[in-house]
């Protein structure tokens, strides 16, 4: 059987209380309610961004056909121009001036169609611009939101961080000078043993597994001498006796 001196497994509970509250600090970072927050914002983001991209086009689109439109009535107003022009300036013959006349008067017709068109282009593209407007405003609310939680959750992080900045060197401090065969024992069974590798014997309780211990196990422990390294038969963790202990969960 392993043995260490029995101060030595003694300051191995202080350094398994400073790695249990390592690990929590470690969940606790992982599980900041800020982070959830963020995941719900990314994916509203990520939802809104396909009418986002949608109503973007939508409104190009409606621009560059507004252009045209607008083209089309500029070139037919141009030509009546030069056609009335041509008549007012009395240069031209008779049968000139009547199919010139004639021209004009299609021409009217022509550019009231157009500027028909015109309008209605420019009444959808107002709209859209409407709806546009909406979305934009709602995603920059997201993206804004977004930003004040990601300071929420780094002002978390860095809060944990300071909090395990100071505990390496108090661990290191706890650690140091401790039995170097018992303390890779304890690294071994903590790390199998999901963060416990050292518990108090408590009556005849284990904490690290809140079990009972048969009589013959605690006779056996009770018989060990006290450098002896001793374990729990049921989590196999190093079983920590010190004198008189009944304190935190074992008290009630
Ligand atoms: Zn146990």
Not at 95 to 105: C, F, H, I, M, Q
């Amino acid at each position: 059987m392993a043995t260490a001196p029995p101060e030595d497994q003694r300051r191995l509970l202080e350094v398994q209380a400073l790695d249990t509250r390592a690990q929590q600090l470690a969940h606790q970072r992982k599980t900041l309610p800020a982070l959830t927050t963020l995941t719900e914002l990314d994916g509203r983001i990520a939802d809104l961004r396909a009418s986002l991209v949608e109503s973007r086009t939508r409104v190009a689109d409606l621009k560059r056909e507004l252009t045209k439109a607008e083209s089309d009535v500029e070139q037919v107003r141009n030509r009546a121009e030069r056609d009335q022009q041509r008549l007012d300036s009395g240069g031209v013959s008779a049968k000139d001036a009547v199919a010139l006349t004639d021209e004009l008067g299609s021409l009217a017709t022509r550019q009231a169609a157009l500027e028909e068109i015109e309008l209605g282009v420019m009444e959808r593209l107002e709209a859209h611009e409407d709806a546009l407007a909406k979305v934009e405003a709602a995603n920059g609310e997201l993206v804004a939101e977004k930003t004040r939680v990601e300071a929420e959750r780094d002002a978390g992080w860095a809060q944990i961080d300071a909090q395990v900045q100071a505990m390496v060197s108090e661990r290191a401090k706890a650690a140091d000078g401790l039995d170097t065969a018992l303390v890779t024992l304890y690294e071994k069974i903590r790390t199998q043993r999901g963060g416990t590798g050292a518990a108090v014997l408590n009556g005849n309780r284990c904490e690290g597994c809140r079990m009972n211990l048969p009589p013959g196990d605690l006779a056996n422990i009770k018989n060990a001498a006290p450098d002896a390294v001793v374990r729990c038969e049921e989590c196999s963790r190093i079983l920590v006796r010190v004198s008189g202990v009944k304190t935190g969960a074992a008290a009630g």
